[in-house]
């Protein structure tokens, strides 16, 4: 198999190889880790290139209080995959939508890591299999909920209140919610519906609009009990200092 891989320096004597994991497990699924605690340095295996170019986007993130170097002696490409989009992997989300990610599970990412996000995003577009799943979304929960037709964030919040819940009776009964995210079900109910579709369907973004949506996501958590970021990252994940 082969793997993609980015070199990290620049680590913290605190920082385990499991503090490693859960910091780029929300780039895509990762293959080995080669950590060298005395030199503070590592080199990460991804499973997909476009993992790794998302990796090397952190350049100059912050973990455990350190500021760390991600580079690569190769120039990754995003590919796409092909496929009926029933999910979603990490690696297809758009760049924003994983650094609003990192910032609303507590690690901390400097403006220059969310502009290059942005800037991304712009240069590579949203991939064609994201915006699939995500356009299906809408209208799928929508029509079950409101009638042929409708999606969820085609109608006023006050109505979406009862149609999530709707929603979510019947999708539980035909196992749909076992391959869509919950936080995007909640998030395009919500009265800031319009807003976060847009937020993952649009390159048009600032560096505020990811704090915005960073907030609707650690907002989100806080209400769902127990719940796990919505990043590959298990809910052990160690915040930056």
């Known amino acids: 198999m082969s793997t993609h891989n980015v070199n990290v320096s620049g680590i913290a004597p605190t920082t385990t190889e499991a503090h490693l994991h859960d910091f780029f497990t929300f780039c895509g699924k990762i293959i080995k880790i080669e950590f060298t605690p005395e030199s503070k ?6 499973e997909k290139p476009s993992a790794a170019k998302t ?8 973990l455990d209080g350190a500021e760390l170097s991600v580079t690569s002696d190769v120039d990754h490409q995003d590919t796409e995959t092909a496929g009926a989009p029933e999910a979603i992997e990490q ?4 760049r924003t939508a994983i650094a609003a990610e990192y910032i609303a599970t507590g690690y901390k990412l400097s403006d220059s890591v969310l502009q290059r996000a942005i800037e991304i995003d712009n240069k590579q577009g949203i991939s064609k299999k994201f915006l699939t799943y995500f356009n299906q979304f809408d209208k799928t929960v929508g029509e079950r909920a409101l009638g042929k037709d409708q999606t969820l964030t085609g109608k006023l919040a006050e109505t979406l209140t009862s149609a999530t819940a709707q929603a979510r009776s019947v999708d539980e009964k035909k196992g749909y919610t076992k391959v869509a995210h919950d936080y995007y079900s909640k ?3 919500s009265p800031w519906g319009a807003q976060v579709f847009s937020f993952y369907t649009s390159t048009s973004k600032q560096i505020l609009d990811i704090h915005a949506e960073a907030r609707r996501i650690a907002d989100q958590h806080k209400q ?17 200092q």
């Open 41 to 46: 340095a590592a080199v990460v295996q991804f």
């Open 55 to 62: 990796a090397l986007m952190l350049n100059g993130g912050s």
């Open 91 to 94: 690696t297809d989300k758009p």
């Open 187 to 189: 998030a395009m109910a």
């Open 224 to 240: 769902n009990t127990g719940a796990a970021p919505s990043a590959a990252a298990p809910a052990t994940s160690t915040p930056a």
